[in-house]
C-alpha cells in the first residue's frame, strides 16, 4: 500500500532581537539551509528573506516533526553561520517561529511572495508583515513574546 501526502509549510524565522544582522547578500544561508532541509528528506521549494528574517516553504517530510525540523534548522545553521564569520553582526536567531501550512493552490503565489521580500519590504516593515500574517492566520497575538 502506497501513502499519499502534500503538505507545504510556509515558515518564516528572524534573528535575535529583529536586528538586521545578516548581510544583504545571504545566499551563504540559503544555500546551508537547504542542505539541511535536503538532509531531513525534505523539499525546499523556494527561501529568501532580508536582514533581519528569512522566509522558506517547504515540504518537510512526516518522518520529522515541524518542532523537531525548526529547531535543527535554526540550531546548525546558526552555529554555522556564527563559525563561518561571513555575517559578523549575527548573534542567533530568535526563540520561536512561524509555520503555516498551505494548499497547492497558494504554491505559486507563495513561491512569489518570498521571492520578492527585498522589494515588499520597500513598503512593510517586518513588524508588520509577520503580524498580518499571523492575523490572516487566525493566530492570536502575545505581546509579550512578539518579535523576542
Same mark, same amino acid.
Given at each position: 500500500?502506497?501513502?499519499?501526502?502534500?503538505?507545504?509549510?510556509? *515558515?518564516?524565522?528572524? +534573528?535575535?532581537?529583529?536586528?538586521?544582522?545578516?548581510?544583504?547578500?545571504?545566499?551563504? *544561508?540559503?544555500?546551508?539551509?537547504?542542505?539541511? *532541509? /535536503?538532509?531531513?528528506?525534505?523539499?525546499?521549494?523556494?527561501?529568501?528573506?532580508?536582514?533581519?528574517?528569512?522566509?522558506?516553504? *517547504?515540504?518537510?517530510?512526516? +518522518?520529522? %516533526?515541524? %518542532?523537531?525540523?525548526?529547531?535543527?534548522?535554526?540550531?546548525?545553521?546558526?552555529?554555522?553561520?556564527?563559525?563561518?564569520?561571513?555575517?559578523?553582526?549575527?548573534?542567533?536567531? %530568535?526563540?520561536?517561529?512561524?509555520?503555516?501550512?498551505?494548499?497547492?493552490?497558494?504554491?505559486?503565489?507563495?513561491?512569489?511572495?518570498?521571492?520578492?521580500? /527585498?522589494?515588499?519590504?520597500? +513598503?512593510? +516593515?517586518?513588524?508588520?508583515?509577520?503580524?498580518?500574517?499571523?492575523?490572516?492566520?487566525?493566530?492570536?497575538?502575545?505581546?509579550?513574546?512578539?518579535?523576542?
Amino acid at each position: 500500500m502506497t501513502s499519499y501526502r502534500q503538505m507545504y509549510y510556509h *515558515v518564516i524565522f528572524h +534573528t535575535k532581537r529583529n536586528k538586521p544582522s545578516l548581510n544583504s547578500d545571504c545566499k551563504d *544561508v540559503y544555500n546551508y539551509l537547504w542542505g539541511i *532541509v /535536503k538532509n531531513k528528506k525534505s523539499k525546499l521549494y523556494q527561501i529568501n528573506g532580508i536582514e533581519n528574517h528569512i522566509h522558506l516553504l *517547504v515540504d518537510i517530510h512526516p +518522518t520529522n %516533526a515541524v %518542532a523537531d525540523f525548526m529547531q535543527d534548522l535554526k540550531a546548525y545553521s546558526s552555529a554555522w553561520i556564527k563559525k563561518s564569520k561571513a555575517h559578523p553582526n549575527f548573534t542567533g536567531w %530568535a526563540d520561536g517561529y512561524g509555520c503555516f501550512t498551505c494548499s497547492i493552490h497558494e504554491k505559486d503565489r507563495l513561491i512569489n511572495y518570498i521571492k520578492g521580500q /527585498k522589494e515588499h519590504h520597500k +513598503t512593510e +516593515t517586518f513588524e508588520d508583515e509577520y503580524r498580518r500574517i499571523l492575523i490572516e492566520n487566525g493566530i492570536e497575538i502575545d505581546e509579550r513574546y512578539f518579535l523576542k
